[in-house]
């Protein structure tokens, strides 16, 4: 393999940390995560076969699941949506989603730390010990608003 980047030098580091072999199928898929965040599978086989032609579909999900479980990778389905893949883990970040075209958008976590809300539990349920609280926002983007805005008969 040929000299590693910055980048991939703190992956490797983390892989052997995990006790998996730095391969150059994982160091690519990382790399296509990291450079399209929330892509679904699909999208980061494409842009990992720009780096590694003979990648096969199934090792791509093979990988993207071993990742995930390693919290390496993180891994989030909004409605009406394939799973969605980010590099950006451990943050309690949240997400906003446009329900026009499906952009999605990183929302910090409002506390900083896990979990960003604690709930008010209604006399007849059962409270539970909340470890994490996933927020998603739903709404229209800029761009999509903008096209709504658009007078509708301009030809
Ligand atoms: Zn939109
Ligand atoms: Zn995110």
Redesign the pocket.
């Known amino acids: 393999m040929t000299a590693l980047t910055a980048e991939q030098e703190t992956w490797a580091a983390e892989l052997r940390a995990h006790g998996r072999r730095v391969t150059k199928q994982r160091l690519a898929v990382l790399a296509a995560v990291q450079h399209h965040p929330h892509s679904p599978a699909e999208g980061i086989l494409a842009a990992a076969r720009q780096e590694l032609p003979e990648l096969t579909a199934q090792s791509v999900y093979v990988v993207l699941s071993d990742l995930t479980d390693l919290e390496m990778l993180r891994r989030f389905e909004p409605p009406h949506s394939p799973a969605l893949y980010e590099t950006r883990v451990g943050d309690n970040h949240h997400h906003a989603v ?6 999605v958008e990183d929302v910090d976590c409002a506390v900083g730390h896990a979990p960003c809300l604690t709930p008010h539990w209604s006399g007849n349920s059962k409270p539970m010990t909340i470890r994490i609280a996933d927020v998603l926002y739903q709404g ?6 903008s096209k709504q805005q658009l007078p509708v008969n301009l030809t």
């Open positions: 446009c329900t026009s075209c499906g952009r229209i983007c800029q761009d999509c608003q």
